[in-house]
């Protein structure tokens, strides 16, 4: 959508909305992930992930004001650049989590996984 418009050009009406409504929906989502990947660890190792996710999900939920005050302020190039940003961020939140959560889940038996398909 924020390819369409030139740096000058102003942004459409609802905008902010969107974008605000979607960031945060972005950060309730990491958020919750973060809860149920705590949840599953030893009692000794969630103080520890707790303090790590905490730190990358306050980085995350800055650069997702960085966006809303950008496209608050009408600026299309600091909002592409905040969006870019927050972007990445979220992805290297996801990547943790999947990460996280692959070390906490214990792998799925083979005879369950063939239930499962056979199943369908």
Same mark, same amino acid.
Not at 29 to 54: K, N, Y
Not at 60 to 81: K, M, Q
Not at 89 to 104: H, K, N, R
């Given at each position: 959508?924020?390819?369409?418009?030139?740096?000058?050009?102003?942004?459409?009406? @609802?905008?902010?909305?969107?974008?605000?409504?979607? /960031?945060?929906?972005?950060?309730?989502?990491?958020?919750?992930?973060?809860?149920?990947?705590?949840?599953?660890?030893? /009692?000794?190792?969630?103080?520890?992930?707790?303090?790590?996710?905490?730190?990358?999900?306050?980085?995350?939920?800055?650069?997702? @004001?960085?966006?809303?005050?950008?496209? @608050?302020? @009408?600026?299309?190039?600091?909002?592409?650049?905040?969006?870019? =940003?927050?972007?990445?961020? /979220?992805?290297?939140?996801?990547?943790?989590?999947?990460?996280?959560?692959?070390? /906490?889940?214990?792998?799925?038996?083979? =005879?369950?996984?063939? =239930?499962?398909?056979?199943?369908?």
């Amino acid at each position: 959508m924020m390819a369409r418009y030139e740096a000058n050009e102003p942004l459409p009406p @609802g905008l902010a909305d969107v974008v605000v409504e979607s /960031t945060s929906a972005v950060l309730a989502e990491a958020q919750a992930a973060g809860r149920v990947i705590v949840a599953g660890l030893a /009692t000794s190792q969630r103080r520890a992930v707790t303090a790590f996710l905490d730190a990358r999900l306050r980085r995350l939920a800055v650069a997702a @004001g960085e966006v809303a005050a950008a496209v @608050g302020d @009408g600026d299309v190039a600091a909002l592409r650049r905040h969006l870019h =940003r927050f972007e990445v961020l /979220t992805s290297a939140l996801w990547t943790v989590q999947l990460e996280l959560s692959a070390q /906490t889940l214990p792998p799925p038996s083979p =005879r369950s996984t063939a =239930r499962v398909l056979v199943a369908r």
